[in-house]
């Protein structure tokens, strides 16, 4: 939240988790106040709370054009973006246009993805973010609630200390 209220306007959220991420940048939008667009190779961009997606934005040249020309205080999470950034130099600058537009209307454009190399016309203003993943005791309170869940559906489980310190060994 912090780097989105602070004015970064390109952020790479290093991850995996595409889903976790996904939760996460919808919690962000809400606290913000703020509309959350999707874009994928398949959908292009989309806005996640109305049906549809932006017409003709499938290419993300198209879907930077469309951000930059709209002007809209929003978060734009592009989630599959990686194997396009090194293809195409126009595609760098209308990432940097789309980027500066935010700046002045704000939002942020959030690129997720593992290990991503972003052109040199755009590289320096990436803000990197490494997702950190689950802690222990968040994994421990999500155990403990399947178990309750599973207990009130009158689903018999017993889980030693043993037990529950070896799954989360396995989930970490």
Known sequence: MLLVRAGHQLIHIDTDEEERASALL?????????PLFTWSRIRGLSRIDLPGAVYDTENPSKAFRHIASSQMAALY???DLGPHLGEDPILAAQMREAAEA?????GSVLVTGSGLAFPDAVE???????????SDQEYRELI?????????RRVEMDMSKEDLTLLLRHMS
């Open 102 to 106: 935010l700046g002045e209307a704000g």
């Open 26 to 34: 919808s919690y962000l939008a809400d606290q913000l106040n703020l």
């Open 124 to 134: 320096q203003m990436v803000t990197p973010f490494v997702l950190p993943g689950p």
């Open 144 to 152: 403990t609630q399947i178990v309750r869940d599973m207990r009130s």
């Open 77 to 79: 999470h592009f989630k």
